[in-house]
């Protein structure tokens, strides 16, 4: 398999490519409009066919490259289907499985954060986007936003996991690349060491964030795909 993280600075966003080296097709996780001549040359680079484009949710805080991928390469987007945006070309629900080559990636839907988030496991590793953090999760402050939802989501789809899976996040503020699902589950500072629904909750309620910058701007943008 072909991995690699890529980081948008301005969002601290992380995207992720897949690809098989058998087949050289791929597929991009949470991929970042400002970022696509980046991904265009490590696809060129590699001698990779995009296949698909993942969104693990309808972003707040960037804008998606879904739509510019799609029009470059004849990718087919892809999306939950709570998400509400309808130039998606396949809607996925929990237990979706998409394959690239030999790479099965299976959809688990993880709602909390949106009602549309969507984890994706593939290989070892677990892509979670805005569901579980490195040491933090998602806000559940606004889109549709709920931190009972967040937690039995974390709980049931992502903890269940093997301890040693590597746990792919969709953002970092502190320069963390990744973590394991064991390490959350103890060390999480808002859901490890067993922290019940009411202690999460709590902490949830009181984080009193910023209204996010982008969202004006990034959650139009995207229910259109990007454009
Ligand atoms: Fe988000």
Request: charged share 20%.
């Amino acid at each position: 398999m072909i991995f690699h993280q890529f980081f948008e600075v301005e969002s601290s966003t992380y995207t992720y490519l897949l690809a098989s080296e058998q087949t050289r097709e791929a597929v991009l996780i949470d991929p970042v409009a400002s970022e696509i001549d980046i991904y265009t040359q490590y696809l060129e680079m590699h001698n990779l066919t995009l296949v698909y484009s993942l969104d693990t949710h309808v972003h707040a805080d960037h804008v998606t490259a879904a739509n510019l991928l799609r029009d470059k390469f004849g990718c087919k987007t892809v999306l939950h289907r709570n998400s509400g945006v309808n130039c998606g070309d396949i809607f996925i629900t929990d237990q979706s499985v998409i394959r690239i080559g030999e790479i099965n990636i299976e959809a688990r839907y993880t709602p909390g954060h949106t009602n549309a988030c969507t984890s994706y496991v593939a290989e070892g590793m677990v892509f979670t986007g805005d569901a579980l953090l490195i040491d933090g999760c998602g806000r559940t402050d606004f889109q549709e936003g709920n931190a009972e939802i967040l937690y039995d989501s974390i709980h049931t789809q992502i903890f269940t996991l093997p301890d040693e899976t590597i746990v792919y996040p969709g953002h970092d503020y502190k320069g963390r690349l990744v973590s394991t699902v064991g390490h959350e589950r103890l060390h999480n500072s808002r859901l490890g060491a067993g922290k019940s629904k009411a202690e999460f909750v709590e902490i949830m309620n009181n984080l009193n964030l910023p209204y996010p910058k982008k969202i004006d701007i990034a959650l139009p943008a995207n229910k259109a795909c990007g454009q």
